[in-house]
């Protein structure tokens, strides 16, 4: 089975852009969730989708947002970028479903965003 | 005061050395999470517990629900072991699944 594949690895953007980054989970899992792990703040939850429907927001700005296709295949767009905002955005995802409320998280290579 | 505290920070050790690493959380949980990080940051799931102990090859995680801690155990320790090692505790309900870190122990193996 496949595991969970994001693109691009890695990405060089400017202040004030916009960037978009995918996640394909293993297939039949519909639960993906993403992160972000900077130096100083380490990893963070932003938010996850379930289903196509975003389940749960972490502690992000409106600049921040994601989608979920009916593959379960989500994207995360970060608008108007800023210095802070380099980091590695990482995203996993989890079978979710039946009597199981939740089961482990397989997460991705991750994407390695730099904002100049 | 984070809701998820691990230690130590760092972690220098030699080979075949019994390594413990501790996580201490003040939520309720419904699960916790050890990870592994290598340096490039890909992430490996090296257990998921919820109650007891689990051991897989070399690696022991247990948990007590009560005192609300964890620890993660390497016993027989390896260069290849050489990683970041993040325990982070998980909050799932029928809503919502949501996952918060602790900040990581890196962990240093020496031949």
């Known amino acids: 089975k496949a595991g969970v594949t994001q693109t691009p690895r890695y990405l060089i953007k400017t202040r004030g852009q916009q960037v978009t980054l995918s996640c394909s989970p293993i297939?039949?899992?519909?639960?993906v969730s993403w992160y972000q792990q900077t130096p100083g703040q380490g990893l963070q939850f932003l938010f996850e989708?379930?289903?196509?429907?975003?389940?749960n927001k972490g502690n992000f700005p409106g600049r921040f947002s994601g989608r979920q296709f009916s593959n379960s295949r989500s994207e995360m767009n970060v608008s108007t970028l800023e210095l802070g905002d380099s980091a590695l955005y990482l995203c996993?995802?989890?079978?979710?479903?039946?009597?199981?409320?939740?089961?482990?998280?397989?997460f991705g290579p991750g994407t390695r965003l730099t904002v100049l | 005061k984070n809701e998820v505290e691990q230690s130590p920070q760092n972690l220098t050790a030699q080979e075949g050395e019994f390594i413990t690493i501790n996580c201490s959380y003040s939520?309720?949980?419904?699960?916790l999470h050890w990870l592994q990080q290598h340096p490039g940051g890909g992430i490996v799931s090296l257990f998921m517990?919820?109650?007891g102990k689990k051991k897989h090859g070399r690696l022991i995680a247990t948990i007590n629900i009560q005192e609300k801690h964890s620890s993660l155990h390497i016993t027989a320790s390896h260069p290849r072991d050489s990683a970041v090692y993040i325990c982070?505790?998980?909050?799932?309900?029928?809503?919502?699944?949501?996952?918060?870190f602790g900040t990581g122990t890196r962990l240093q193996v020496f031949p």
């Open positions: 996993a995802s989890s079978f979710r479903g039946g009597r199981l409320l939740y089961n482990e998280q397989f």
């Open positions: 297939s039949g899992h519909r639960s």
């Open positions: 989708y379930f289903s196509e429907t975003q389940r």
């Open positions: 939520v309720g949980i419904s699960a």
């Open positions: 517990l919820s109650s």
């Open positions: 982070a505790v998980r909050w799932a309900a029928k809503d919502t699944d949501k996952l918060i």
